[in-house]
């Protein structure tokens, strides 16, 4: 390898690393600005950037800002004056996207906790399929960071939070109709994100105050 392209890596090393920690805050900023209007949801938010900080465990170390990051604004869609479709881990993602946040946090948004089953029902398939979804253990803690923290920011377990879920949003809605696909996702992110922290020995049921 050259000398310049050593040097070159080296600071895309450096200029990575100095701007992660940015991201966070800026994510944390962004959602207290955005849900100020929101209080259970912003409690919500900020609970799951907490449960990511403790779920960040179990993904590579220079992915632990991008999770982190994500899971601040991972809901910031609900909010009234990002209402488009009405979709809210689309209307969160295109939000980002217009104001250049980078790709993979609005993938991670679009694609939170299993969004695509969702949309499926919503027909906003093709919509939300302008943002890539990546099965891995980024996405992965993200889903089960929002799917073990209730509506107001308490922890719960997966299987609680999906019953709770269920009841908030009525049987006829699309998360209902969505179910029987969605929660086999949900219930094998959090296996996945349960064996990436036991193979590290750290033993939690995914149910409360892991973190
Ligand atoms: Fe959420």
Redesign the pocket.
Known sequence: MSNQLQTDNKWSEIEERLLTPQMVAAAADLTDHILASCPDRLA??RA?ARRARFLALTVEPQCAPLLVAAAWV??IGYAPCLRESGFHPLDGARYLRRISWPPEICNLVAH??GARFVASVLELESQLGQYPFTQDAVSDALTVA?QT?GPHGEAMNTEERMSDMLRRHGPDSANAVAHQLRQPYLRAAATRVHERLESMGVHTELTTAAA
Request: proline content about 0%; cysteine-free; charged content about 20%.
């Open positions: 919500h938010s799951v991972h809901d939170h906790s929002d923290t």
